[in-house]
């Protein structure tokens, strides 16, 4: 079974940056998108950012100009580059790949952002 292994959270100052990485455990086929997504105490999961197959980015309202998402399609990888950090950016990061059929999700990664 194919399992996604985050990396790359940790504590960071306001205004500091992080880069989360996501691997793959085994081989996935027919991925259509690969996101990030977050979930602070508290509050419902929410997308940070996602870029589909075709290389078509969206991000959330609230990372927007801040956090950069990529993929390296030929290791089955995908990065978020997060700058410009604030407290409200404190949450456990979550990658999730989806395709025809499936949808999984990593165990996440958390990012705290002091004040």
């Known amino acids: 079974q194919v399992q996604l292994v985050e990396s790359g959270g940790g504590l960071v100052q306001t205004g500091g940056s992080l880069r989360l990485s996501c691997a793959t455990s085994g081989t996935i086929f027919g991925i259509r998108v690969r996101g990030w997504h977050r979930q602070a105490p508290g509050k419902q999961r929410e997308l940070v950012a996602v870029i589909t197959d075709a290389g078509i980015t969206n991000y959330g309202d609230s990372v927007k100009g801040r956090f950069t998402i990529s993929r390296d399609n030929a290791k089955n990888m995908v990065y978020l580059q997060m700058n410009s950090l604030k407290p409200e950016d404190t949450a456990v990061y979550y990658c999730?790949?989806?395709?025809?059929?499936?949808?999984?999700w990593g165990q996440g990664t958390q990012v705290t952002v002091s004040s």
């Open positions: 999730n790949f989806a395709g025809s059929g499936y949808n999984v």
